[in-house]
């Protein structure tokens, strides 16, 4: 059986890391891969992360299996994180959590349970969006269809066209929208613009998706939350993934959640029933150590604000690098306005190179980024801004 597969190309991001990692090149710079490193270029490891595995290693007392939806402390505080205890859907018991493993997994859950509530519908994302969304929601058996959302010239959201297309989109369909540190291209949504999706999606009958990966991120964790908690206030039904990897640093301990907001409390816990039941006949039940990881900092008087500090922290780097690598492109002779990417928020930004330039710097300087031009800011470093600069200055003028 298996001699009739056809080869399939690599992964477009993660294929670039490993042409990365082949690359003999001293000087090379990988801006590709989604992941925040420091200032000497590492994944680290967080302070509050590091004593909270040191207390869950000094008080583990096994390793059973956690409940299909996850591990109940961390359902509170993801979902917490995301609302605020105060947020009227969970003192109306319309809202539930389950554990997921990464937000990639969360929008699987999510899309096999849409499956079962609307087979029929397109899922709506926005034009460009995360290269993976397509592909998860088509391998669930959905039509995918785009929405235009960034202005091509001035590389900001074309919020006119977005809302005009958004008017179109029919009734029973769903709309998949970045909460914050829109991936690729780190341009958001206004807070008027969240106001008028909470208006049309309720009139249209739109059921709205909002992936969330990236919360303290763009500004802090309240302020990026504010377009997902707007929608979860006017909204009937709502749907969010959620994601742990960035924001801990917990990439490979793959811990995310899907929080589902219905129209009453006995929907919602209809709706949980299906949703274990959708994780049972997939992975059964989540990983617990990342799951107990951000259970215990988020749950501590201590190691919140530590990481809250962390946090904010490389929030401020990956914004230092934004305003470096402007200043040295405008320094270096770019002949190019790059003052847009001081308005892009989070780890991405959309460059406006061409995919012919993006294949030259990788040829000529070994310098690694996605074709369509985004690149990851949190790549840059005072070591290699200067040379990823004037590579790009050189590429842009022809040379």
Excluded at 71 to 79: D, G, I, N, S, Y
Excluded at 84 to 103: F, K, L, M
Excluded at 161 to 186: E, K, M, S, Y
């Amino acid at each position: 059986m298996f001699e009739t597969l056809k080869a399939v190309p690599p992964d477009p991001i993660l294929g670039l890391t490993e042409a990365f990692k082949r690359d003999p090149n001293p000087r090379k710079v990988n801006l590709g891969a989604g992941i925040y490193k420091d200032e000497q270029g590492r994944v680290p490891v967080l302070a509050s992360v590091r004593e909270a595995e040191t207390r869950l290693l000094r008080e583990e007392e096994g390793k059973a299996y956690l409940p299909i939806d996850g591990l109940p402390q961390f359902r509170e505080v993801a979902r917490d994180l995301l609302l605020s205890r105060e947020h009227p859907v969970i003192r109306d018991e319309r809202v539930v959590t389950v554990q997921a493993p990464g937000g990639t997994g969360a929008l699987r859950i999510a899309a096999d349970f849409l499956r079962r509530v609307a087979p029929e519908a397109t899922v709506w994302m926005s034009d460009p969006t995360w290269p993976n969304h397509p592909n998860v929601f088509r391998a669930a058996g959905f039509r995918v269809a785009f929405y235009p959302y960034l202005d091509p010239q001035r590389l900001v959201v074309d919020e006119a066209r977005f809302l005009d297309a958004l008017a179109r989109i029919p009734a029973g369909d769903v709309l998949l929208l970045h909460g914050c540190c829109h991936n690729p291209t780190g341009a958001d949504l206004s807070p008027e613009a969240w106001e008028v999706i909470a208006e049309r999606v309720v009139q249209q009958g739109v059921l709205p998706l909002v992936d969330f990966a990236y919360q303290g991120f763009g500004d802090d964790l309240v302020q990026d939350a504010w377009g997902v908690r707007r929608l979860a206030s006017q909204v009937p039904e709502l749907l969010v993934a959620t994601s742990f990897s960035k924001n801990f640093s917990l990439y490979s301990e793959r811990v995310g959640a899907l929080t589902l907001i219905a129209r009453d409390k006995t929907s919602a816990h209809v709706a949980h029933g299906h949703l274990k039941q959708v994780i049972r006949t997939n992975y059964s039940n989540p990983p617990a150590h990342g799951a107990r990881i951000v259970a215990s900092v988020l749950g501590d008087s201590q190691l919140r604000p530590l990481w809250e500090e962390e946090l904010a922290g490389m929030r401020e780097r990956i914004r230092g690098m934004r305003e470096a690598f402007v200043d040295r492109l405008h320094a270096a002779g770019a002949p190019r306005d790059f003052s847009f990417l001081l308005q892009q928020k989070g780890m991405f930004s959309y460059t406006g190179l061409t995919p012919e330039q993006v294949d030259m710097l990788r040829e000529r300087y070994a310098i690694y980024m996605v074709r369509s031009g985004r690149i990851n800011v949190a790549g840059l470093t005072p070591k290699n801004v200067e040379y990823v600069a004037q590579a790009v200055a050189s590429v842009l003028q022809g040379g």
